[in-house]
Every structure is written in structure tokens, then in C-alpha cells.
């Protein structure tokens, strides 16, 4: 709370992430949906819907996404079968 309040007066460093978008990172990974879904560890028709934005991407999911789109193959070796 500190933090947001010094932020808030412009009195402390803050992190800000650019938005990222799943359509993107899918496509630059060369991807389906059906291979990014479980990828990103949920449904395909929860990930349709960040990529129709139904949905917000949320901070742990970003920064799955922006590895992803650094490193797909070790993220791939990492968390598919």
C-alpha cells in the first residue's frame, strides 16, 4: 500500500508492463489455439477469449506470455509433454 500511495504521488519507481497480446505471441510461436491453451495451463475457450478480449490477461499470465514469446521452444520443453 506504501508503495501505490508513493507511487500515486509520484514518489516511488513503479513497474509497468506494456499490454501483450495472446494473438501475437500465438502466432509468432506458430501455434493453434489448441497447442497454446494448455500451454498457458487452461481451457481453449478461455484462452479464445483473451485472444477476442472477453477476458483481460492477468500479471502471472503476461509474463507466461512474454516468455513464450522470448523462448517458446524451452517453455514448450518445459511444460508439454
Known amino acids: 500500500m506504501t ?5 500515486a504521488k ?3 519507481p513503479a513497474v509497468m508492463h506494456a499490454p501483450i497480446a ?3 505471441v500465438r502466432k509468432q510461436a506458430k501455434l ?3 497447442q497454446m491453451a494448455p500451454l498457458m495451463g ?10 477476442e478480449g472477453q477476458r483481460r490477461v492477468s500479471g502471472p ?10 523462448e517458446p521452444d ?4 518445459a511444460l508439454l509433454p
Open 3 to 7: 508503495e501505490s500511495v508513493a507511487h
Open 10 to 12: 509520484g514518489d516511488g
Open 22 to 24: 495472446p494473438r501475437e
Open 32 to 34: 493453434t489455439q489448441a
Open 42 to 51: 487452461m481451457s481453449l475457450s478461455g484462452y479464445r477469449k483473451w485472444e
Open 61 to 70: 499470465a503476461a509474463t507466461l506470455l512474454r516468455l513464450i514469446q522470448k
Open 74 to 77: 524451452a517453455v514448450k520443453r
